[in-house]
């Protein structure tokens, strides 16, 4: 069916924090050519966090999960993107509610409203090499349903960082470089079709 519950948001986390687990070295190479090389270590220690969090307090319902877990991004993580994150996990536990079964569309709108507060904390937009880059692909994907809604989430976020690579840096360390940030994919974007990736894994199962 199309309903989401506490477990399969659990699911979801714990599958991205397997996802961050493995792919730590590439998000923190991607970030030495265009940062400060930390993001791989950054989510690493965010996610183990969340994973830590949610062992301990389970909450029943999939809004409380993605609250829970965001706070543990903004406590752990000291650089930009604890802070994003942690807003985009937050401010969608927040939009579900307290409902213990969400619908797709449910978490689709309540996704938006997690990447708008990004937008707005960060005070970026798309086509400024950043995770808006892939988290809007991603969530205009997933409401736009179709027979496969998080198939196509995933695809397109993958698509949306892979398209960060020509653009020019306009927010964030890495646009102190300027043009130089040109040719790079974004470590952000790159870690943000994660999450859909490991969405899609998560309501498969
Ligand atoms: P830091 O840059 O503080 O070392 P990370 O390396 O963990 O933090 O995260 C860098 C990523 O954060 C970038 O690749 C980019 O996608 C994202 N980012 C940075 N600043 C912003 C912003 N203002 N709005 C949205 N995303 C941002
Ligand atoms: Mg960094
Ligand atoms: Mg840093």
């Known amino acids: ?38 993001h791989g270590s950054n989510l690493q220690r965010g996610f183990a966090a969340v994973v830590t969090a949610l062992g301990k307090e389970s909450p029943g319902a999939p809004g409380a999960v993605l609250i829970l877990a965001g706070r543990q991004l903004v406590s752990s993580v000291g650089g930009a993107s604890g802070p994003l994150y942690g807003t985009l996990l937050r401010r969608t536990g927040k939009a579900l509610g307290d409902s213990e079964q969400v619908t797709g569309r449910q978490l689709a709108d309540a996704l938006r409203v997690g990447v708008d507060a990004v937008a707005q904390l960060g005070g970026a937009a798309p086509g400024d090499k950043t995770m808006l880059d892939a988290l809007y692909p991603g969530v205009e994907a997933l409401s736009a349903g179709g027979p496969d809604p998080y198939g196509a989430a995933r695809t397109a976020a993958d698509e949306g960082a892979q398209a960060t690579v020509p653009m020019r840096a306009r927010k964030g360390r890495a646009s102190y470089l300027g043009d130089r940030s040109v040719g790079h994919k974004d470590p952000g974007a790159t870690s943000s079709a994660l999450l859909f990736t490991a969405l899609a894994g998560a309501v498969a199962d």
């Open 1 to 38: 069916t199309d309903e989401l519950d506490a477990g399969a948001v659990f699911r979801w986390l714990t599958t991205a924090a397997a996802s961050v687990e493995r792919e730590a070295d590439l998000l923190t190479e991607l970030d030495s050519a265009i940062g400060d090389a930390d």
